[in-house]
């Protein structure tokens, strides 16, 4: 069962978001500021964090930041009554999966937290052909339905948004995205500006791909492509 835990000092925010999500069926804790949210991370071990930006003690940027190296670190929706876009891209650029401002409506709140929690690619027909189970590029293996990336048979820690970039650009090697055309698919933010993200998440990404790291290339004034040979 998905774990999400909901970080908001205003505790009648907090209560309701918690209300909601457990009557969708999942396994819901809620906390008061940043520095109790780190602690709780280690012991209930959440898929999703709920996070509100302006906390005491640590904001929720700081969250962000001291989770950045994690293992297993949960994928997090960052709340904010702040709806200025430099404000949107830090939280993106800190790590954080998602954005919303306050004030929200619950359902999209669930919405989301459903997209985030998502580990499995499903399909409707029930038939999938290993093209559209497994991707291979060079010495990876992207594993669509479980969300898992392996190098060399080894098991990569990604992100969601990590895991999603790198699923767009290895479908289709060698084709080139721009930096606008990144954001729009895999941040589903439809604006030219702000691609400090995209550049951000791929610096993170090749890091963790290591000695693999070539098979994301930068094409120099327009944004990225895989390749099969680094």
Known sequence: MTKVLVVDDEVSIASAIVYALRREGYTVEMVGDGQEALDRVQTFKPDVMVLDVMMPRLSGYDVCRKLEDQQQRPAILLLTVKNDIVDKLLGLELGADDYMTKPFDMREIIARVKALSRRRVSDSSGHLSQDQV????????????????????????????????????ARNPERVYS???LLEQVWDMGFAGGTRTVDIHVQRLRKKLGEMQGVIQTVYGIGYKSTETP
Do not use: N
């Not at 990876?140 to 970039?165: A, C, N």
């Open 134 to 169: 497994l991707i291979r590029l060079a010495g990876l293996t992207i594993e669509l339905f479980s969300r898992m990336v392996r190098l060399d048979g080894q098991q990569l820690d990604l992100t969601p948004k990590e895991f999603d970039l790198l699923v767009l650009l």
């Open 179 to 181: 930096r606008e055309a």
